[in-house]
């Protein structure tokens, strides 16, 4: 597929000649050390679907333990998670553009992603009581139908369905942009700028069509993600790439619990 989910770099061992292009990368010294060691398949070094749910796991267990310090901490410490947020996406810009992934690196946006996600989730549990709980439950729905149906066979990601995909992020991106510049600079004092505006579309509110439209993108991330992990097993990439995998689920997954969160939200008022 020539088209990435955002998460992931362009790497060659997750394109179908995987193998080869990380070969070419490889230099003669370190040729002859290959050679000279003894024969024989090297599976602890390849990347696995098994060993990248393990990485994944443990990540997302980071995530919570950040999150729940933050939790408590939050009410006290309001500028804990907003700091956060801004290290996680420092964090989140140097993982994507890093060529080789780093383990460290990834865990290390998960813990303090953790303490963002925490930190927000009590403040929107202060204004909106119960929408936390409806924000995790429709992410774990969400997530594990998508999972699902990917593993039945029932959706797979298309170059076609990607090219959309990516139209839709860069117009939402625009559109989040904009928004978030009327409410810092005047333009709506709205508590969610533009989409809180009333406008119905057939009957239905402007912020709620948008929420189901951003959701339906979120999944379709993670059919992406899904299908970048099972190509990296299959062509054998190097085992360090789970990590790259792991990434591109952390990434997706809190992108669409918060969107989650702020669609209840929305619902609310």
Do not use: C, H
């Amino acid at each position: 597929m020539a088209l990435n989910n955002p998460a992931f770099s362009r790497d060659a061992a997750f394109s179908s000649r995987g193998g080869t292009a990380v070969a070419n990368q490889v230099s003669n010294q370190q040729l002859n050390d290959m050679y000279n060691r003894e024969s024989g398949p090297a599976t602890g070094d390849v990347m696995t679907v098994e060993d990248t749910i393990a990485k994944t796991v443990g990540a997302f267990a980071l995530l919570l333990v950040g999150a729940g310090i933050s939790w408590v901490l939050a009410p006290s410490m309001p500028l804990l998670w907003i700091g956060a947020g801004i290290i996680g996406f420092v964090l989140a810009l140097v993982n994507i553009f890093k060529k080789q992934p780093s383990g460290a690196l990834v865990l290390a946006y998960a813990a303090v992603e953790g303490v963002f996600v925490g930190g927000i989730s009590r403040f929107f549990e202060n204004a909106y009581g119960g929408v936390v709980t409806q924000a995790v439950i429709a992410t774990i729905v969400v997530v594990g139908v998508t999972l699902a149906l990917f593993a039945s066979g029932k959706i797979r990601a298309s170059k076609k369905a990607t090219k959309v995909f990516l139209i839709a992020m860069v117009g939402y991106v625009v559109f989040s942009l904009v928004n978030v510049g009327m409410m810092v600079f005047g333009g709506s004092d709205a508590a969610f700028g533009l989409r809180s505006a009333e406008i119905p579309i057939l009957g239905i509110p402007f912020g709620a069509v948008l929420g189901v439209l951003v959701v339906i993108m979120a999944a379709y991330s993670l059919v992406l993600d899904f299908d970048f992990i099972q190509r990296g097993a299959a062509n054998g990439a190097p085992r360090a790439f789970g990590w790259k995998g792991t990434f591109g689920i952390m990434v997706t997954v809190i992108w669409l619990y918060l969107e989650l969160l702020r669609f209840f939200a929305i619902l609310r008022d």
